[in-house]
């Protein structure tokens, strides 16, 4: 037993997958994995000589960016002069999609681009940084369809009208009965005044 304890206090690539498997323990705080500041320092080399400004954001970004998970939903933080903040609860989430370069994919990451029925095309919040980005996103899908009624119910607001699915199914069967059973008998009251003159006769 306390031959295993010093492997779990050492920090690696490996550890974030051993808390995030299957479903973490809320509320979790996450911070990006060191191989964020290594991809962002290597984008930043793209710029030419005016990097640094890049790498200097790269930098406080990275030490700065926080994502608070709990059972109500995700918050993301960054920022040292000009604090900045995204929430977004599970209900409000409609797509989630996984993307990573190249790059990205050495360095065993990827962006998690989570989209709201807002309207616009660009992703509400994109979580980057973490190598355990499947696990994450698996949670985030299972959180949006927990949050959401299923399929062949109705609404809240409709439920509490006092109208059911079945109620409503056996008002239309008793509607249609209805109008089964008045031409029948205005069938009847067609055929009988012939039937009569034939007799007469």
């Given at each position: 037993?306390?031959h295993e304890n010093p492997a779990?206090?050492?920090?690696?690539?490996?550890?974030?997958?051993?808390?995030?498997?299957?479903?973490?323990?809320?509320?979790?705080?996450?911070?990006?994995?060191?191989?964020?500041?290594?991809?962002?320092?290597?984008?930043?080399?793209?710029?030419?000589?005016?990097?640094?400004?890049?790498?200097?954001?790269?930098?406080?970004?990275?030490?700065?960016?926080?994502?608070?998970?709990?059972?109500?939903?995700?918050?993301?933080?960054?920022?040292?002069?000009?604090?900045?903040?995204?929430?977004?609860?599970?209900?409000?989430?409609?797509?989630?999609?996984?993307?990573?370069?190249?790059?990205?994919?050495?360095?065993?990451?990827?962006?998690?681009?989570?989209?709201?029925?807002?309207?616009?095309?660009?992703?509400?919040?994109?979580?980057?940084?973490?190598?355990?980005?499947?696990?994450?996103?698996?949670?985030?899908?299972?959180?949006?369809?927990?949050?959401?009624?299923?399929?062949?119910?109705?609404?809240?607001?409709?439920?509490?009208?006092?109208?059911?699915?079945?109620?409503?199914?056996?008002?239309?069967?008793?509607?249609?009965?209805?109008?089964?059973?008045?031409?029948?008998?205005?069938?009847?009251?067609?055929?009988?005044?012939?039937?009569?003159?034939?007799?007469?006769?």
């Amino acid at each position: 037993m306390n031959h295993e304890n010093p492997a779990r206090a050492q920090p690696g690539p490996a550890s974030p997958p051993a808390v995030w498997g299957p479903l973490p323990a809320l509320p979790a705080t996450l911070r990006p994995h060191r191989n964020f500041l290594t991809y962002s320092a290597l984008e930043s080399l793209l710029l030419g000589p005016a990097f640094w400004v890049k790498l200097l954001y790269s930098y406080f970004r990275y030490r700065t960016l926080v994502y608070e998970v709990d059972e109500e939903g995700i918050t993301m933080r960054w920022g040292i002069f000009f604090r900045r903040e995204v929430s977004l609860t599970y209900a409000r989430i409609q797509d989630i999609h996984l993307t990573s370069n190249v790059v990205e994919r050495w360095l065993g990451l990827a962006r998690i681009q989570v989209q709201t029925a807002s309207g616009s095309a660009k992703a509400e919040m994109i979580i980057e940084g973490l190598q355990f980005f499947e696990p994450l996103r698996d949670f985030l899908y299972d959180r949006m369809r927990g949050s959401r009624p299923r399929l062949g119910t109705a609404p809240p607001h409709e439920l509490s009208r006092g109208a059911s699915p079945e109620a409503a199914t056996l008002e239309e069967l008793t509607a249609t009965l209805r109008e089964v059973a008045s031409e029948v008998r205005a069938l009847r009251e067609a055929l009988r005044p012939s039937s009569g003159g034939s007799r007469a006769d």
